[in-house]
């Protein structure tokens, strides 16, 4: 079974050295999670280290994509020469390595009017995917001003991944402060904000209507869905309201697909193929961030009914959705 990690991050130090120094009123308070442990150091290695963890974990092929925040926060000029740049470097390493590595394309989200352009250059490069968030600045993906590029990744056959971010300040100093700063970082981030973040970018562009305009497009979650799959019953009760063309459930589960992020819990999976259907579902590490072992994945995979879903969940799904031979 060939094994394909979809949500493999790397940065540069040139990025991270751009984004730290952004005004404080413009910084992205998450990307010290970045400089934790080794994680940094991971980050930048985009040759033997890495292949030798790969290798460990019996991971043939990652799908590279920008580590958070990416070049969301830097301003609209910055943001397009960075991620061209980011976009050579990335897909450089995909010709060092044509056998173990593809790519997400990178978008200055900032500058939309440059951002689907980018989109259809990285694609000319050998982009898969595009990884986006759900928030720039305080504009949503579901903006009018995206409609282009969102309307570029449905005509292009580029899905579209939904990367978890931090929530605004003015959420958090709402809904996440009153604690110590890293308890009130962790609440507002990995341990609960970052995902519904992601879940409610996916539930706007639902609400907007953009898989009724492009009844094509195709996007991806991690962390299982980031909550939406325990919900499905709740969200169908917007459809009317909204005027969707479909329950919003079906938007789900024929236009969203759903990743593990390393976690490789059996209850989450079970759930999972309750809630949508198998080949819907891909094998992802979160890369450093989150590092199973190969037995921890072998383990997992037992939870699958046969060999068929195993494959699909591996590999199978992935090659199919970006079209990697």
């Given amino acids: 079974m060939t094994t394909i990690a979809i949500e493999e991050h790397w940065t540069t130090q040139e990025l991270a050295d751009a984004l730290r120094a952004l005004?404080?009123?413009?910084?992205?308070?998450?990307l010290p999670l970045n400089d934790m442990g080794d994680n940094l150091d991971l980050l930048h290695d985009l040759g033997e280290t890495r292949l030798a963890m790969m290798d460990a974990q019996g991971v043939d092929v990652q799908i590279l994509s920008l580590a958070p925040p990416a070049t969301g926060p830097l301003s609209g000029p910055d943001a397009v020469a960075f991620s061209r740049d980011l976009n050579d470097q990335a897909f450089a390493a995909v010709a060092r390595h044509p056998d173990r590595f593809r790519a997400f394309a990178t978008l200055p989200l900032s500058e939309p009017g440059a951002a689907a352009s980018e989109l259809e250059r990285a694609r000319g490069l050998g982009a898969v995917g595009v990884m986006v968030y759900g928030r720039t600045g305080d504009r949503p993906l579901d903006d009018p001003a995206y409609y282009d590029v969102l309307g570029a990744a449905a005509a292009l056959g580029t899905p579209v991944f939904i990367h978890p971010q931090i929530p605004s300040r003015a959420l958090r100093e709402a809904a996440y402060s009153g604690f110590d700063d890293l308890t009130s970082l962790a609440l507002s981030t990995f341990g609960w904000g970052w995902h519904v973040e992601a879940a409610t970018a996916?539930?706007?562009?639902?609400?907007?209507?953009?898989?009724?305009?492009?009844?094509d497009l195709q996007v991806v979650l991690g962390h299982w869905g980031e909550l939406l799959l325990f919900w499905l019953d709740r969200i169908d009760g917007l459809s009317r309201v909204a005027g969707l063309e479909r329950r919003a459930s079906d938007y789900v589960r024929s236009n969203m697909h759903i990743t593990s992020s390393g976690m490789l819990s059996p209850a989450l999976l079970q759930h999972a193929l309750a809630a949508t259907s198998v080949d819907r579902l891909m094998f992802s590490t979160d890369f450093p961030f989150q590092r199973p072992t190969s037995g921890e994945i072998d383990e997992f995979l037992t939870g699958f009914p046969d060999d068929d879903s195993r494959a699909a969940f591996l590999g199978g799904n992935a090659a199919r959705l970006f079209a990697i031979s």
């Fill in 23 to 30: 005004p404080a009123d413009r910084r992205d308070d998450s």
């Fill in 202 to 215: 996916a539930l706007r562009l639902i609400v907007s209507g953009a898989f009724d305009r492009h009844p």
